[in-house]
């Protein structure tokens, strides 16, 4: 594996951190590409593409069934992957660990595999205003089938979960909570330990949505209590196709799969099917063992560069681009929670989001216009679509520059 531009306790040299992606470095019409679209997917460094191509060129083969040599080194690498998935959470054991495509299978295994077996009609599933479409209809569709209640914490005017109201919303009934670490739509931090906490005292499951915060933070699931944690791997500077379920071994114990086939059983007979132990029990099928071991390539490099070092980089980045983005004329921030990751959202007067990302896009910028699957968000908000550039670790100060320059062009274009 290459390794990352610098050392821990190094300055954070973006430039050298550029240097290990390439697709960075070319030309979108006719401008040098400024990426600033990490929340919908991160781009990726050299030593995740090298990972998977040498994977495919030296160690293919399917795992746990072979005796062979190579069957030998696919089983060893990708469950490899699944220990360094198990460290990057700080989880107890890599048995916790259930590889899925992304964030969004992980949610709906829990709410399959976990909550139907559990919820009757009346009981409660609470979940907030925040989320992601795919932390809100998994559970919707579940409560249609287990007439259990859907309830909905609200945020407030900043983009802050109005925690004021969760004492009201948990009791009794609920069963199950589901909340976003980090708002994709309004950057917002939620103050998880705390949340979390207090559901624990009242016997309330808690499933964690944490794509958007596992490329820019610390994460030890340990530390913050919850029963489930779900994180996609494209963002995290990995590939697409592969993401992670952390589950607390007694709740994976208890949970069903949702889907059968090889790989999961102990024994299968006409009569009857024993499920293997998890995480196995989950992973039906061959598994997307190049893109575990991909993974596994990111998680180490965003680890060798520090994601407290990356944190920083970002938090400096999001301040100047929050500053300059509120001088244009015109410009409202959507989202000004006291904690934010690196995501800046906002909407210019009297112009629709997708004209700002086209006209973006003619200058190299690529950023994202539209509901960002949060369309609740965007309802409390009184906003149809949102203008959103997302910061990654690669993003430089000038790069911010190209975005208020863009942002002064489109005021320009369309007159306003
Ligand atoms: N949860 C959050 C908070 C997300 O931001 C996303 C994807 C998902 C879940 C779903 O992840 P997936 O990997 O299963 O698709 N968010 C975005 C976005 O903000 N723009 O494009 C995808």
Not at 74 to 103: H, P, W, Y
Not at 120 to 149: F, R, Y
Not at 158 to 174: C, F, I, N, V, Y
Not at 260 to 283: C, H, Q
């Amino acid at each position: 594996m290459s390794h990352p531009a610098s050392a821990p306790d190094d300055p954070y040299d973006v430039e050298r951190v550029r240097r290990d992606f390439p697709i960075l470095h070319q030309q979108v019409n006719g401008h040098p590409l400024v990426y600033l679209d990490n929340g919908a997917t991160s781009q990726k460094p050299r030593c995740v593409i090298d990972a998977i191509s040498d994977y495919y060129l030296r160690d293919n083969s399917n795992v746990h069934r072979g005796v062979h040599t190579l069957a030998a080194r696919a089983t060893e690498a990708f469950e490899s992957a699944r220990t360094r998935a198990q460290e990057f959470l700080r989880a107890q054991d890599s048995k916790e660990i259930v590889f899925v495509r992304g964030t969004s299978e992980a949610i709906n295994l829990v709410a399959r595999g976990y909550a139907v077996p559990q919820l009757k009609a009346g009981d409660e599933v609470l979940i907030t205003e925040m989320e992601h479409h795919s932390n809100i209809v998994p559970w919707q569709m579940i409560c249609q089938e287990t007439g259990a209640l859907l309830r909905v914490l609200p945020i407030d005017e900043q983009g802050e979960l109005s925690l004021d109201q969760l004492d009201d919303l948990m009791h009794a009934k609920t069963r199950v909570l589901a909340l976003t670490h980090v708002s994709n739509a309004l950057g917002t931090v939620n103050p998880l330990a705390q949340i979390i906490r207090k559901a624990r005292d009242k016997g309330i499951v808690t499933i964690v949505d944490g794509a958007q915060a596992a490329p820019h933070m610390r994460i030890d699931v340990q530390k913050l209590g919850c029963d489930f944690y779900a994180f996609s791997g494209h963002k995290v500077y990995g590939p697409t196709g592969i993401g992670v379920l952390y589950g607390r071994m007694p709740l994976l114990r208890e949970m069903q799969p949702y889907q059968g086939g090889g790989e999961m059983i102990r024994k299968v007979s006409f009569d009857e099917t024993t499920y293997a132990d998890p995480p196995y029990k989950f992973e039906a099928g061959t598994p997307n063992i190049a893109g575990a071991v991909g993974l596994a390539a990111a998680l180490d490099y965003v680890d060798e560069l520090g994601l407290e070092r990356i944190a920083r980089h970002e938090l400096t980045l999001l301040k100047y681009a929050t500053a300059a983005v509120e001088k244009v004329a015109g410009i409202r921030i959507i989202g000004r929670a006291r904690e934010k990751a690196g995501i800046l959202t906002f909407i210019i007067d009297g112009v629709h989001a997708h004209d700002v990302g086209t006209i973006m896009d003619h200058q190299g910028i690529a950023i994202r216009a539209g509901h960002h699957c949060a369309m609740p968000v965007m309802k409390k908000f009184g906003v149809a679509a949102t203008t959103r550039a997302s910061f990654g670790l690669y993003n430089t100060h000038q790069e911010v520059d190209a975005l208020v320059s863009g942002l002064h062009e489109v005021r320009e274009i369309m007159g306003t």
